[in-house]
């Protein structure tokens, strides 16, 4: 069985532009999550989806987003980069239909801004 | 209001020597769950164990094994005979009651270096 699978691994953007990240969930998992995890503040949650709708958010500036499709494939968008958004961006994926669920993580999205 | 401590931020050991890893959490809920990740350098979490908390027996997998202690509100995680590819930074993490999704709550992380 796949394991949860982002896109693209690495990338480097300039401050000010915005990025697109992916995910795909393990086949038959409608929840998706996406967390945040820098040196300074450690792995933060930015918020989760199912069933193609936004379920639970953490507390990030609108200038992160997200969507999910009818296959449970999710992305997250960040515009107007700033330095400060450099991080590994993880995705995480349950069934989602079930008091904790145990939750699965792909190898994340390493993003630079410069 | 919901936490989760890990105050050991780097730990160096030998290999063969055991190690243990401390999780303190705090919540307000009577149900909810703990987990604890490994996570090597290529970034990717790899889950470890899932524990309720109504199920407060230990658990041992291979050299692995968790002592889940409410009373002290404690999920360590301990290493045996410890080796060079356990080398990573290790999570504990917490889920709450409500909570049907991947919100979960971290600790810092524990960085666990096992040197030759």
């Known amino acids: 069985k796949a394991g949860v699978t982002q896109t693209p691994r690495y990338l480097i953007k300039t401050r000010g532009q915005q990025v697109t990240l992916s995910c795909s969930p393990i086949s038959g998992h409608r929840s998706v999550s996406w967390y945040q995890q820098t040196p300074g503040q450690g792995l933060q949650f930015l918020f989760e989806?199912?069933?193609?709708?936004?379920?639970n958010k953490g507390n990030f500036p609108g200038r992160f987003s997200g969507r999910q499709f009818s296959n449970s494939r999710s992305e997250m968008n960040v515009s107007t980069l700033e330095l400060g958004d450099s991080a590994l961006y993880l995705c995480?994926?349950?069934?989602?239909?079930?008091?904790?669920?145990?939750?699965?993580f792909g190898e994340g999205s390493w993003l630079t801004v410069v | 209001a919901q936490k989760v401590t890990q105050a050991q931020t780097e730990i160096s050991v030998v290999e063969k020597e055991d190690v243990t890893l401390d999780c303190v959490y705090e919540?307000?809920?009577?149900?909810?769950?703990l987990f604890w990740y490994k996570q090597p350098p290529s970034g990717e979490l790899v889950f470890l164990i899932r524990?309720?908390?109504?199920?407060?027996q230990n658990e041992i997998s291979g050299r692995y094994s968790w002592n889940f202690q409410k009373s002290t509100s404690s999920f360590n995680f301990t290493i045996t005979a410890s080796q060079v590819v356990d080398s990573a930074v290790y999570f504990c993490a917490l889920s709450e009651a409500d909570n049907q999704g991947g919100k979960l709550i971290f600790g810092q992380g524990t960085e666990l270096s096992v040197k030759p």
């Open positions: 919540t307000r809920d009577t149900t909810y769950y």
């Open positions: 989806y199912f069933s193609e709708t936004q379920r």
């Open positions: 995480a994926s349950s069934s989602g239909t079930a008091k904790g669920n145990t939750i699965y």
């Open positions: 524990r309720n908390s109504f199920d407060e």
